[in-house]
């Protein structure tokens, strides 16, 4: 499956984005999708996940409250409307579908957008 994350930019703290990955190829709604980000200097890190139905999400605790993770399935897309967005939420944000394991970890993802790059400004 390929991924194309999109919606990244630049933005003042306290601000909002909302990103977008597409997905073409296989079967998108059979995915457990999630959104990762790796700020510079810095490992990749968990951000959220969502479910098939989208029913069931998860959040990291830096996070939990201020974004939010959706699909639509009729449009192979996923979204993440980020809210009051901190400095701290800079970095490369991505995509990824799940395969095996716990959520949280960037080895479970088999497949991964290019990322599209998130900066808040102070």
């Known amino acids: 499956v390929q991924l194309q994350a999109s919606g990244g930019g630049l933005v003042q703290a306290g601000g909002s984005l909302r990103l977008s990955c597409a997905a073409a190829g296989r079967t998108f709604r059979s995915y457990i999708m999630g959104w990762f980000r790796q700020a510079p200097g810095k490992e990749r890190e968990f951000v959220a996940l969502i479910g098939w139905s989208g029913a069931a999400t998860y959040y990291a605790d830096s996070v939990k409250d201020r974004f939010t993770i959706s699909r639509d399935n009729a449009k192979n897309t996923v979204y993440l409307q980020m809210n009051s967005l901190k400095p701290e939420d800079t970095a490369v944000y991505y995509c990824?579908?799940?395969?095996?394991?716990?959520?949280?970890?960037?080895?479970?993802?088999?497949?991964w957008g290019q990322g599209t790059l998130v900066t808040v400004s102070s």
């Open positions: 990824a579908t799940k395969g095996p394991g716990s959520y949280f970890n960037v080895a479970s993802y088999d497949y």
